[in-house]
């Protein structure tokens, strides 16, 4: 939030010009100058290894697609929420149905500021709280790559969502206290490069913390409890907490971690299950040291207990 | 009145006391089978050396404990309550789910007719049966706190 912004924050406080002010603020912000030339060529080389790590095929390509059908990104999944079923879109490169017309600029403006190329604010189901905080030349690496992707002809279905959460301006105001470039764990100096570039793969592109991070009533992650685990998102049961502390991983060694990002397999020899099979997948196609990466910052990252409610009391018998 | 609450509470209590053990049961199969899947996973990560024999025998003990899996036994009605991971899409999708315990058959049974000879064999097969656990796991089964 700019230092405007925050002014501006502090007159409606103090009961200023309520209502203008409040509109005002929701407006879709879009990026400035500077971070457009930021951006810099792309790569689509490079930009393969941001689609795999945000997982971009599990939502947008067709459910179940395998193989190259994986690239043809028409859109389709349902995500049943509380707020109602979202649709991930056609982002191939069709130029009607798909984002194909789009521009990098428009491309960057969806990715780290929630903004479509019409100036609509998108939802953050589209995890750009999380791609907000990734770096201006791997969103134009990604979008270099979707660039060599197919068209693909087709709509998929608009949101179907229950009021108030179908009034977009609501976002606008959502994304003052949740749309952030900054990392949400702050590391010493002299941390290890690796941490580092693990906490980048997590805590932008991999977006883990969508998931992994408990939300408050407004949907906002609750960064006090970071990879915490949550209760899912879609459908019963819970996503485990990835923090050194609680029943989830803590007793993972690093390799441990590795281990099963790459091959699917706990220590224990269970296998992976639920939507983290498709995150998985994604995951084995990563380098070697992007998974051990990705396993130094889950042991660097400050512990918590679960973010979940601890199971109901079994029933007798 | 009395005598027959009592013998609904008996009822009742019986048929839970008896979704506990086909839980239990289950839950001991698919521990069996990560014991042996273990085995071949160690050789893949490098954490004991590649025998052939002992894939073979574990390849074996999970094939034959597979062929055992009986989804009308094992996941009867109602045993989505109570201790249990299993997905209550089981029930919602029974031919779905029957259609994976097949899948998971024919995996483990072709892996026995032809096991694996060196490390490279060995991760392909590790990585086929892998497969099999996760897309079953993906549909079928509920992580719970």
């Known amino acids: 939030m700019g230092a405007f912004k925050k002014f501006a924050v502090a007159a409606l406080a103090l009961g200023g010009a309520g209502a203008a002010t409040l509109w005002w603020l929701a407006l879709p912000e879009r990026l400035g100058p500077d971070a457009v030339a930021a951006l810099g060529a792309g790569d689509a080389a490079r930009g393969q290894r941001i689609f795999d790590t945000g997982g971009c095929a599990s939502c947008h390509a067709k459910p179940k697609s395998e193989g190259d059908a994986r690239l043809q990104l028409a859109g389709g999944l349902e995500l049943k929420t509380a707020y109602g079923t979202f649709v991930a879109p056609n982002i191939s490169t069709d130029p009607n149905d798909g984002i194909g017309g789009w521009s990098l600029e428009d491309f960057a403006n969806a990715m780290l500021k929630g903004v479509s190329r019409d100036g609509q604010h998108l939802y953050p189901a589209f995890p750009y709280a999380s791609y907000a905080r990734m770096k201006p030349a791997e969103v134009a690496d990604i979008y270099a790559f979707m660039k060599t992707l197919p068209p693909v002809a087709g709509r998929a279905p608009s949101h179907t969502l229950a009021f108030p959460f179908n009034v977009r301006s609501g976002i606008g105001l959502w994304k003052l206290f949740y749309l952030s470039d900054q990392p949400v764990i702050a590391f010493a100096d002299g941390t290890p490069e690796k941490v580092l570039r693990g906490r980048d793969l997590v805590e932008g592109a991999g977006h883990c913390g969508e998931c992994h991070t408990p939300r408050g009533f407004d949907g906002g992650t609750r960064k006090g409890q970071w990879l915490a685990g949550a209760a899912a998102a879609e459908g019963q049961g819970i996503v485990p907490n990835i923090t050194p502390q609680g029943t989830g991983i803590s007793g993972w060694s690093e390799s441990d971690i590795a281990s099963y990002l790459e091959t699917g397999f706990t220590p224990e020899f269970d296998s992976v299950g639920g939507t983290m099979v498709e995150v998985q997948k994604n995951m084995a196609r990563l380098s070697a040291e992007d998974r051990e990466a990705i396993a130094a910052y889950l042991k660097a990252i400050p512990p918590h207990p679960n973010g979940y409610p601890a199971p109901q009391p079994k029933p007798a018998g | ?145």
């Open chain 2, 1 to 145: 009145m009395r005598k027959f609450v009592l013998a609904v509470a008996a009822l009742a209590l019986a048929s839970t006391a008896a979704f506990a053990d086909v839980i239990t049961d289950r839950q001991a199969v698919m521990k069996e089978n990560a014991r042996q899947v273990g085995t071949l996973v160690k050789m893949v990560k490098g954490e004991s050396a590649f025998d052939a024999a002992a894939v073979l025998a574990a390849l074996t003990a999970l094939n034959d404990n597979v062929q055992k899996i009986d989804v009308a036994a094992s996941f009867p009605v109602g045993s989505d309550k109570g201790d249990t991971t299993a997905s209550p899409k089981i029930w919602e999708d029974p031919a779905g789910f029957q259609a994976e315990v097949d899948k998971f058959k024919a995996v483990t049974a072709s892996a026995v007719g032809a096991p694996a000879q060196d490390l490279d064999a060995l991760k392909a097969q590790v990585g086929t049966i892998g497969q099999t656990c996760g897309t079953c796991h993906e549909a079928f089964r509920v992580k719970k706190g």
